[in-house]
Nanobody, 122 residues
């Protein structure tokens, strides 16, 4: 019954900002990894950012310094703030959750959202 629903995707010009949201329900994990992934056409899915239950975060090299992952516990929502966007950030973005501490490079998360499209124009 764990459900993840993304929102906030859309089109933006290069240099702009966008904030993605992922509403979470049905989980009771005290230990968890919550992450954002993305996949562009013809490319493999890659980890973007991960947030662990102890507050530690990690980012992919291509987004480090531009993206920020955070969680609003009151609203049970995971966010991805994306700044200084470039056309290379164009992809379908997915949120995921797992009851284990997982490295960002793995795709073995137990639950996934349906994805939301982000398009960045030059």
């Amino acid at each position: 019954q764990v459900q993840l629903v993304e929102s906030g995707g859309g089109s933006v010009q290069a240099g702009g900002s966008l904030r993605l949201a992922c509403t979470l329900s049905g989980y009771t994990y005290s230990r968890y990894s919550m992450a954002w992934f993305r996949q562009a056409p013809g490319k493999e899915r890659e980890g973007v950012a991960v947030l662990y239950n102890d507050g530690i975060t990690a980012y992919g090299d291509s987004v480090n310094g531009r993206f920020t992952i955070s969680k609003d516990n009151a609203r049970n929502t995971l966010y991805l703030q994306m700044n200084s966007l470039t056309p290379e950030d164009t992809a379908t973005y997915y949120c995921a959750i797992d009851p284990r501490w997982l490295v960002l490079q793995t795709l073995s998360y137990q639950y996934w959202g349906q994805g939301t499209q982000v398009t960045v124009s030059s």
